[in-house]
C-alpha cells in the first residue's frame, strides 16, 4: 500500500515538473514576442518625437538621407510612408492575385480529382517551391522575368522599367503557392467525407459538391492559408531589392519601380549607423507599421473564420 502511494506521489511530481516545463515554454514564446514589440515601440517613440505621426502616415515623399552626425553632409530628409505602404501593398496584391487561384485550384485536384499515384507525385514536387532559397527566386525575376516583361511591353508599345512591381509580384506569387495549396490541400482534406456522400447522394456532380460543400466546410482553413501567403508576401525582401528595386513611388502602375517596407527598413539599418539620427530610427517606426498592419489582418481573418464556421455549423 506504501509503496503504491509512494508511486502515486512520485507520478505528481513528474506531472508538476512537466507543467511548469510546458508552462515556462509558453512563457518564453510569450515574453520574447512582448520583448521584441516593446523594442520597437520605445525606438519608434524616439522617431516620432523627431517627425510627427502626421507627416509619417500622411507624407507623400520618401527621401531618409539626412546627417546623421555633426558636421556630416545629408539631405533635409522626407519621411512620408504613403509610397511604401503602397509599393507593399501592389506588389502583395499582386502575388496573391497569381497564388491564390492557382494554389487554390491546385488544392482542389489533389485532394478530390487526382489519383493517389499522381497526389504522391504532384504535392511533393509542388512543396519544392517552398524550399528554394528567395535569393534564387530573385535571381530568377531579375534575369528572366524582368526582362521577359521589359521586352513583351516594348513590343507592345509599353514603357517598361528594368525592375518593375509586376516583375517581383509574379515571382512572389510563384513563391508563395506551396504555403496556399498545402494548407487548403490539408483542410480539405480533413472535411468528412460524410459531407461529400451526402451532395453525391442528393444527385449533385463532383464539381457541384466541390462548389457548394467542400469549400464552405474548408472556408476557414482556406482563409487562414491566404493570411498566411500574404504575410510572407508583406515580409518578403530579397525578390524586392532584385526585381523591384529601391525607389519609393507613389505609383499604382505595375509597369514602375516601387519599394517596399521590409527593403527600407534593411536599407535603413545597413552600414555604419547611430541609433539616435530619424534616418535610423525611421526603421523602427516601420516595423511598428507593419506589425500593426499585420495585426489588422489577422483580426480581420478572425472575424470571417468566425462568421462562416458560425453559418456553416
Known sequence: MCGGCHRSCARQEVEKVFRWALLACASIAIFTTLGILLSVLFEALRFFQAVPLTDFLFGLEWSPQMAIREGQVGGSGAFGAVPLFVGTLLISAIALLVAVPVGLMSAIYLAEYASARMRNVAKPALEILAGVPTVVYGFFAALTVAPFIRELGATLGLSV??????AAGLVMGVMIIPFVSSLTDDIITAVPNSLRDGSLALGATRSETVKKVIVPAALPGIVGGVLLAASRAIG?????????????????NPLDTVTTITVQIVTLLVGDQEFDSPKTLAA?????MLFVTTLLLNVIALYIVKKYRELYD
Open 161 to 166: 522599367s528594368s525592375e518593375s512591381a509586376l
Open 236 to 252: 518578403e525582401t530579397m525578390i524586392v531589392v532584385m526585381a523591384a528595386g529601391l525607389a519609393a513611388r507613389l505609383t499604382l
Open 284 to 288: 523602427f517606426a516601420l516595423g511598428l
